[in-house]
């Protein structure tokens, strides 16, 4: 299966388990894509596929991730399925930690984690956390229109299959006979192009060394592999010896540790972690140190295979255990033909001697001393993400003093991440040998460590401030650590460091997450398991790359423009040709018909013809007889360039150059410059909210099959928008859309990034099975569909604010500028969206702004969940907390006294009655108890110094509609058969938001039959024509009006039979309606909303109704790192009556944690020129496991409904985003906390977003300032 992701979660979808033979049977979990075939000789593997499925049986762990809701999508379910097992074949009760840790390398884009983590729950030793915790989402149903009242739970543990180890796969017999009586011998694999070879001997090992001295040793292939995968590069030879004994020791010494360089990091963590509680404390301190480093260190599919070796000698810059080694005098045993040499590893990194290791060495083994008495190692990591992220930087440090002292007799402190390898600051250390262990000694020490340590800029954009204020905080750290320890020793010598700054010696630990006290809420209908749920847990669940392949099949591979603006010179596409297996070479001449698309002014563009506009613009696609050929020969199309001008890639330049996609637009409301003339205050500020990638699991895929008559194609393609594809690919075949059936069965993940931009790939791959005549798939790289599609528009605010002493906010005067990239797409669209959502849960009385889309050289931006919304209100949240700070009063009194109070008019006068919003933000202060809890974190924060805490309450108003009418109307297709058995289909598109589900649900209702009498296929433009994009929410809303109505018009034709026989069944019923010639098929029609905007006058009705809701969330952040911690959050929303809570509360926690990745983490990164740097999950990172709120509850507004749309419901899939804000502004709150503390100016710019560098560069403090006046220092006591 081709890769999905790079690094951190290769193939969440394919992620086997090794049952390795030895001793023990082991069970590991690991990346198929990372796993060389050859090396699971004589290991058995399991995939998702083998651990259960409907067909035989379904595991209790597929089960319980269903049924408890914990996949929407389904795309990352077998991946969340292979680690869960595993850890339950190894520990059938395991701990929480030990779940926690499980589950640290997989990512899941859409359910938020928390239902997968109540899954995980119900395995664990303490399940009864988890049956509070799950049993807390009792809810009652009370439907208006079918008085009706429900009492159920999200999932009911009764309902699970026991977990019984004893009924699982045993290991194979035949496997476990080969390891015991075979004897060991070399294996030799010879593929096409590369030799594998597997010694097991060393001696056997190192003649082979001197063979091939280019040969890499492979044993966990991270290292390696990656680099063959994407970076080109290529080993003839490769030799793995794992198998050798001597890589493989464990040992335990008179002086510390020996484990051989073989050894997994997951081995070395279990033998640390034993060793500890083995060994007197003081000799471990060493273990402990490095142990620390493990736990974070990838995820455990990585740490499974990777070899403690093979991070040593990869020496890169991030590697987490060099620095704690090298600081620890470890020591490395070389071997190589006929020498062996133990050297100690920092000799290696501080350049002492000739100690470099030569190539025809290898390393045999690692030796890890035991700590001293007077000795003290810490090791410390700064990542993007807490998690299975590399570090920013990182170091590992260790001091010995003279006996019973406190000077110092020995220190070393190395760090990674600063320089290309591990480096050591060697002076620094030498020159504080014999000082004494205090706050001069810091003073010196960290200006020397400045001096000594160069950090040179990194092509990746990282700050090298925020690094060198990492490495002397870290020092500062140690420093602490040090004096915390030497306190124990003598007390009354050395009292240690202020109560205070204790805190902060505290790491942040990723804890199962918890829900807060509260009593039961009231939402209606049932949690109805997703559809697919357990197809997804099976593996079973079919994705555009998991159709099976058509005879013939061709590979697309693209070939992207690396230039922002330049003119096409010439197209080579000779070397590309002769690869093997290539087909043919398809650009925009091959095009039948349309290859741009003009929406608007400017054109959407299919292949790039005479001139490029962005990197990362198509300009041609190879196809061939595989994935690999294709990808070798698109590598080899070479493309001269001509470089035109100006190259835009910044909202300031396209300012500047007056580049914008028409119509800018403009809504006002009072009299602003009046207004202005008669306030208290006015403020004036800016911020700039970075964008964001879709990050969708599946990436954008393709497969079109010509059907070889009457220009009749199958387009099989992963889109929200069925009917788009259809009408891009007709029309790029000048073939009328009726030869062109574009099929959905199920779509890996959306988030409003597969629109559009899926058509111009669908396009792609049609002109090239049209060409070619063959069928033709079409999946992008994870690197290639972050380059190409773009995703949410990043944006600047600029705003004026004028308001009254007392906090009443009277004009405001802002403009927002979006960078929509180098096509329209939907930018305007999304420009106007942001200014009729601004205002968020605020009257602003006097009001002007304007939205501009700017049009640059970025690849084009387009839709994305919120749609403007979550930009343009966090720049209205930034000017109400900014009015607090001026007025002195707090932004939740600021927020209260400008909410919408009573029946108003927003500013384009449309009807708005805000009591739920009231009621939402009532509520929600309650549930999370805000003045009681700021109180305590106020009390928190004056007792810990480089600690702090902060909480804050953020109110939402999502206004549901689509602007126009006929964008919301929807078609459903019902069919009964003779049987009884029901097929429905409508024009939705299921991505993960349950609506199939919910389809099911309401036909059901108005069928009244069970809802296993209905299945739901797929959607295609051949049963549902002309159906609207799933966007904008409104799924649920108007195709359940268009089911309604189908299902309607067919109980009305079978009324007078029912009439006639009320007793009867069914199927009775139905054998009569065909027996009496009543048609069985209806379809269904919903005309939309009625919805009107009139920009001229800036007045309208653009939306049909308003969401509500709340959400207050408290974090803790590291003042010397800038690193913080979720605690908790509270959410209230009001979505009418839910028709299906478990589905919906979904919705509302996934869209929540990817709105805490666009405003706290997920950052893109673009050189100069405009090339895309933040290309994978590895440079990439959006929320994992760690990052969800340590307490999290989301309740429904009780006793809400909605006339407006399917019963009584309303659209729940964007709104949850913009309350990832909440977090936003309670790191904020932190970082005010700390400057009021240190007297710092009380205004301060925080953009999005708010990572842990930015929230360091706002704590400013001595060290910040060392780093940026390195010349003037001046320390009024660091302690
Ligand atoms: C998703 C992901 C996340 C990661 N996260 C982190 C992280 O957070 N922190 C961190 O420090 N690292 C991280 N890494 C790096 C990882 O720890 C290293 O790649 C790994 O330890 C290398 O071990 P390996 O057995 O897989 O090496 P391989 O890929 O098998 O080999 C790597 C190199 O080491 C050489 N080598 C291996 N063994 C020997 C030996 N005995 N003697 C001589 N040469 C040898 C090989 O010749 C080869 O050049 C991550 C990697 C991935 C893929
Ligand atoms: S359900 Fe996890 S990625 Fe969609």
């Known amino acids: 299966s081709p890769c999905y992701q790079l690094k951190s979660q290769l193939c969440p979808r394919q992620n086997p388990q090794c049952h390795m033979t030895g001793e023990k049977t082991g069970h590991y979990s690991a990346n198929a894509c990372l796993l060389p075939i050859c090396c699971l000789y004589g290991a058995a593997v399991t995939t998702v596929e083998g651990v259960g499925s409907t067909e035989t049986r379904v595991h209790p762990v597929q089960e319980r991730l269903a049924k408890c809701h914990g996949s929407q999508c389904g795309f990352c379910s077998p991946g969340m399925v292979m680690s869960i097992y595993t850890l339950l074949r190894n520990y059938p009760e395991p701990t929480p930690e030990q779940m926690i840790a499980a589950l640290a390398g997989n990512l899941c884009r859409c359910t938020g984690y928390r239902p997968i983590l109540d899954a995980c729950k119900t395995f664990c030793k303490v399940s009864s956390i988890s049956l509070s915790v799950a049993c807390l989402y009792t809810v009652i149903c009370v439907s208006s229109e079918f008085g009706e009242t429900v009492s159920t739970s999200l999932f009911s543990i009764d309902e699970f299959q026991p977990l019984d180890p004893t009924q699982e796969l045993i290991f194979p017999p035949e496997l476990m006979r080969m390891a015991e009586n075979q004897p060991k011998r070399t294996l030799f694999f010879h593929g096409e192009r590369m030799t594998w070879i597997s010694p097991v001997s060393l001696d056997e090992l190192l003649d082979l060394k001197a063979a091939h001295p280019k040969a890499p040793l492979v044993v966990g292939n991270t290292g390696v592999g990656p680099e063959m995968k994407f970076r080109g590069v290529f080993h003839p030879v490769v030799i793995a010896p794992a198998r050798i004994p001597d890589l493989n020791v464990v040992k335990y010494t008179e002086d510390g540790l020996t484990l051989g360089a073989a050894c997994s990091l997951s081995v070395a963590k279990d033998v640390l972690t034993n060793a500890i509680s083995e060994f007197p404390e003081e000799k471990t301190k060493v273990f402990c140190a490095v142990l620390k480093q493990l736990r974070t260190l990838g995820g455990e599919q990585i740490r499974n295979v990777a070899s403690l070796g093979g991070n040593i000698i990869s020496r890169k810059s991030t590697s987490d255990l060099n620095p704690v080694l090298a600081a620890s005098n470890c020591v490395l045993s070389l071997a190589s033909r006929g020498k062996k040499r133990r050297i100690p590893l920092s000799d290696i990194f501080a350049g002492v001697g000739n100690n470099t290791i030569t190539p025809e060495e290898i390393l045999v083994s690692v030796h890890i001393p035991h700590s001293r008495k007077g000795e003290y190692v810490c090791a410390f990591r700064q990542a993007p993400r807490r998690e299975n992220a590399l570090s920013i930087t990182n170091a590992g440090m260790r001091v010995l003093f003279e006996e019973g002292t406190d000077i110092i007799k020995d220190l070393s402190i190395f760090y990674g991440g600063a320089a290309s390898t591990t480096v050591c600051a060697k002076q620094t250390c030498s020159a504080l040998t014999g000082r004494h262990w205090n706050e001069q000694t810091l003073d010196e020490a960290c200006r020397l460590i400045l001096k000594e340590i160069a950090v040179p800029g990194s092509a990746s954009g990282e700050k090298v401030d925020y690094k060198k204020t990492l490495i002397i905080s870290f020092f500062y750290r140690f420093f602490l650590e040090v004096l915390q320890s030497l306190k124990t020793t003598d007390p009354y010598h050395y009292p240690g460091i202020p109560v205070e700054y204790g805190s902060v010696l505290q790491d942040f630990k990723t804890k199962m997450p918890q829900k807060p006290d509260q009593s039961p809420q009231d939402p209606v209908g049932r949690p109805i398991m997703h559809q697919s749920g357990i197809k997804h847990a099976t ?448 024009g939705g598109i299921e991505m993960g938001q349950g609506i199939h589900t ?221 309350l990832g804000c909440s977090v936003f502004f309670a790191l904020r709150d932190a970082v005010t906390s700390v400057r009021n503390e240190r007297g710092l100016k009380t205004t301060f710019v925080l953009n999005s977003p708010l990572t842990a560098e930015q929230i360091r560069a706002s704590c400013a403090d001595d060290f910040t300032e060392m780093v940026t006046e390195t010349l003037y220092w001046n320390s009024p006591g660091l302690v």
């Open 998 to 1218: 919910k389809m099911i649900q309401v036909a059901s209702r108005e069928l009244n039959i069970p809802m296993s009498s209905i299945h739901f296929c797929e959607t295609s433009t051949t049963t549902v024509p002309n159906a609207c994009a799933s966007a904008g929410s409104a799924g649920t809303d108007v195709n359940g009006m268009a089911v309604k109505d189908a299902c309607q018009t067919l109980l009305k034709r079978l009324q007078p039979i029912i009439n006639k026989n009320p007793k009867g069944t069914w199927n009775e019923w139905i054998k009569e309606a065909f027996e009496q010639s009543v048609s069985l098929s209806a379809t269904g029609y919903f005309r939309g909303y009625n919805e009107n905007m009139d920009w001229e006058k800036g007045e309208g009705q653009p939306f049909t109704y308003f969401l509500f809701g709340a959400a207050c969330s408290e974090v803790e952040i590291n003042c010397l790192t800038g690193d913080h911690k979720n605690l908790r959050t509270d959410i209230v929303m009001d979505i009418g009556c839910s028709i299906n809570p478990a589905v919906d509360i979904g919705q509302i926690e996934g869209a929540f944690v990817q709105g805490i990745g666009l405003y706290t983490m997920e950052e893109l990164k673009y050189s100069p020129e405009g090339v895309l740097y933040t290309r994978g999950p590895d440079q990439y990172k959006i929320p994992a496991v760690c990052d969800i709120p340590e307490q999290f509850s989301v309740s429904l507004l009780s006793s809400s409904q909605n006339p407006h749309a399917i019963y009584a419901s309303k659209g729940i899939g964007e709104a949850g985003l913009f």
């Open 539 to 986: 593996g079973e669940a079919v994705y555009i790359d998991d159709l099976p392949s058509v005879d013939g099949e061709l590979f697309l591979a693209v070939v992207t423009s690396s230039r922002a603006h330049a003119k096409i010179v010439s197209i080579d596409t000779s070397e590309a040709l002769k690869v093997p297996g290539v087909f043919d070479v398809i650009s925009a001449h091959d095009v039948p018909a349309t290859n741009e698309f003009y929406y608007s002014d400017d054109p959407e563009i299919v292949f790039a013809r005479n001139k490029v506009i962005c990197v990362g613009q198509i300009v041609c696609a190879v196809v061939a007889d595989s994935d690999v050929h294709a990808k070798q020969a698109a590598a080899k199309v070479k493309i001269e360039y001509e470089v035109l001008e100006p190259v835009i890639l910044t909202i300031e330049e396209a300012i500047k150059h007056n580049s914008f996609f028409e119509p800018k637009r403009k809504l006002e409301q009072g009299n602003v410059d009046q207004a202005f003339e008669t306030v208290d205050n006015i403020i004036e500020g800016e911020i700039h909210i970075g964008g964001q990638e879709h990050f969708y699991m599946e990436t954008q895929s393709v497969l079109a099959v010509p059907k070889g008559e009457d220009k009749e194609m199958d387009v099989y393609v992963s889109t929200q928008h069925p009917a788009v594809i259809q009408e891009m690919v007709a029309a790029s075949l000048g073939v009328p859309a009726n030869r062109i059936m574009c099929h959905v069965k199920r779509v890996g993940g959306a988030f409003g990034g597969k629109l559009l931009k899926s058509g111009l790939l669908a396009s792609v791959a049609a002109v090239a099975a049209k060409k070619t005549g063959r069928a033709v798939r079409f999946i992008l790289s994870r690197g290639d569909d972050m380059l190409i599609t773009g995703g949410r528009h990043p944006f600047i605010g600029k705003y004026k604010v004028g308001f009254m002493n007392d906090g009443r906010i009277r004009a405001v005067d802002v403009n927002y500028y979006i960078n929509g990239g180098c096509t329209p797409d939907e930018s305007v669209l999304v420009a106007a969206v942001s200014l009729l959502k601004m205002d968020n849960a605020y009257k602003i009385p006097n009001l002007r702004c304007w939205a501009y889309a700017c049009k640059t050289n970025l690849p084009s931006n387009t839709a994305f969940r919120g749609f403007g919304f979550p930009q343009s209100a966090l720049v209205t949240e930034t000017w109400i907390t900014e009015v607090a700070d001026k007025t002195g009063l707090s932004p939740e009194k600021i927020r209260e006294i400008n909410m919408y109070k009573e029946n108003e008019q927003t500013h384009f006068k449309q009807k708005l009655d805000p009591q739920n919003l009231i009621r939402c933000w009532n509520e929600c202060m309650e549930k999370s108890a805000y003045y009681s809890r700021k109180k305590a974190a106020n009390e928190f924060n004056k007792q810990n110094y480089w600690k702090k805490k902060g909480i804050a309450i953020v109110p939402l108003k999502f206004p549901f509609g689509l602007g126009t009418r006929y964008l919301s109307q929807a078609s459903a297709l019902v069919h009964i058969y003779t049987d009884g058995s029901v097929l429905l289909t409508h």
